[in-house]
């Protein structure tokens, strides 16, 4: 590296944290979670809002890649965390109500992406058909389970029946849309079929290595924070990981994703959370290089009427297919009517998991920029919209039913019996 390429690393990198941390305090004082704030701040240092001339002098051609090499230890810390912070509990006494429900969550939305992306074939043209098809399914399907947690904890759900069941069906939906995409991954990739199959074995190593990783984890004094050692163990099992599922012709996320979903939960709680905690500490720093990365490949200076339509096109499909699809599948397992509407808006929240496949597809040539910038202000609005939405549904259920008394079904529901086939003591999740 010349000394020029330092100057601007260290530059451009407290500039990045800075306006981060600005936008995303911001954020939270108007009810938005902090990422929102740090996503807008990517978009804004991209060339929308002062151009190419503006962008191009802050980060120079030559900074560009060293920016997306932190980048990428970012994601892929942040793809573990998301895997870690899976919990398997959660789906206790729950399993065919969260089946359900993510089924609505993935496959309505999913069969809504065909269409649509049949529609924009017609001004985006791919080489790829098929994988364009599913990777849009895929795209409108998705769900960001480490934002839609923070939303929970932020409004006080994250131990409450529904927000228990949001946090099933989210954990379902991630891991199909996951998989989905190693699989497009793999096709547009060109992997060979026998790399592909060396997934299976390498998922088995991962949970033969899970009791030894337990012994080596719950050897230690629980009292005693988690020492480097420990730190460094895990921190190899995610970038080894990583680079198996890249060597296998699918994207390093997956890898990362799968090592923190495989990783021992049981008599581990305060073990996963120190490292989930540890973890989350360098991605907060890197993730922001992230939204600039990604930021500064959007470009919405020339969207002009064919594009506004499109967007809203993109936006009727992911809200109307994503909501409705999710309200139907929890309506026919009879949850009530309020409670389903709680858990279509919780599960339309997109965010970071939405810019990180987003990003895949523009790196295997399923999307072009203009399609890209799109699909980012589909993520942001989405994103933005779940806030307001629980707020304007939690106001409609605070309005009483009747001028009279309510009947005991509604006061059954206000008393809390919000998820058919549990009892008041298992409205929480522990």
């Not at 191009?56 to 051609?61: G, I, K, V, W, Y």
């Not at 905690?277 to 600039?292: A, K, M, Q, W």
């Amino acid at each position: 590296m010349t000394s020029h390429q330092v100057l601007f690393l260290l530059l451009d990198f407290a500039l990045i944290l800075l306006l981060a941390r600005a936008l995303g305090a911001l954020a939270g004082r108007i009810g938005q979670p902090p990422v929102m704030g740090e996503i807008l701040a990517g978009v804004l240092m991209g060339p929308t809002l002062f151009g190419s001339s503006v962008s191009d002098r802050l980060f120079p051609a030559d900074i560009r890649p060293l920016l997306g090499a932190l980048a990428q230890i970012g994601v892929a810390l942040f793809m573990f965390v998301v895997g870690l912070e899976l919990e398997h509990r959660v789906l206790r006494g729950r399993v065919r109500l969260t089946l359900v429900a993510a089924a609505g969550s993935t496959l309505v939305p999913f069969a809504f992406g065909v269409p649509l992306a049949l529609y924009l074939l017609r001004h985006h043209p791919t080489e790829q058909h098929a994988a364009f098809v599913v990777f849009m399914g895929l795209s409108v399907s998705v769900t960001a389970f480490p934002v839609l947690s923070r939303i929970l904890v932020s409004r006080g759900m994250s131990r409450t029946a529904i927000g228990g069941l949001a946090l099933a069906t989210a954990a379902v939906v991630d891991v199909v849309a996951w998989s989905a995409l190693a699989g497009v991954q793999a096709v547009v990739g060109g992997a060979d079929y026998w790399q592909v199959t060396l997934l299976v074995p390498f998922a088995g190593l991962l949970l033969a290595v899970r009791p030894l990783l337990r012994r080596v984890f719950t050897s230690r004094d629980a009292q005693k924070p988690l020492t480097p050692t420990g730190m460094a163990v895990v921190m190899v099992g995610i970038f080894l990981s990583g680079a198996a599922t890249e060597a296998m012709g699918m994207h390093y996320i997956f890898g990362t994703f799968l090592f923190g979903a495989l990783l021992p939960r049981e008599g581990m709680d305060a073990l996963r959370e120190e490292i989930c905690d540890r973890t989350g500490e360098i991605t907060s720093l890197l993730l922001p290089v992230y939204f600039v990365v990604a930021g500064l490949k959007v470009d919405l200076r020339g969207v002009g009427l064919d594009g506004l339509t499109e967007l809203g096109v993109i936006l009727l499909v992911a809200i109307g297919g994503k909501f409705g699809g999710t309200y139907l599948g929890a309506r026919s397992h009879d949850l009530p009517a309020r409670d389903s509407a709680t858990l279509a808006a919780l599960m339309n929240t997109r965010g970071l998991t939405e810019l990180v496949i987003l990003g895949v597809g523009l790196e295997l040539g399923l999307l072009d920029g203009s399609l890209y910038s799109l699909m980012v202000v589909m993520a942001l609005v989405t994103t933005a919209m779940t806030g307001p939405l629980l707020t304007l549904i939690d106001a409609k259920r605070s309005q009483p039913l009747q001028a009279t008394a309510p009947d005991k079904g509604a006061a059954a529901h206000d008393a809390g019996e919000g998820v058919p086939g549990e009892d008041r003591d298992s409205r929480t999740v522990g």
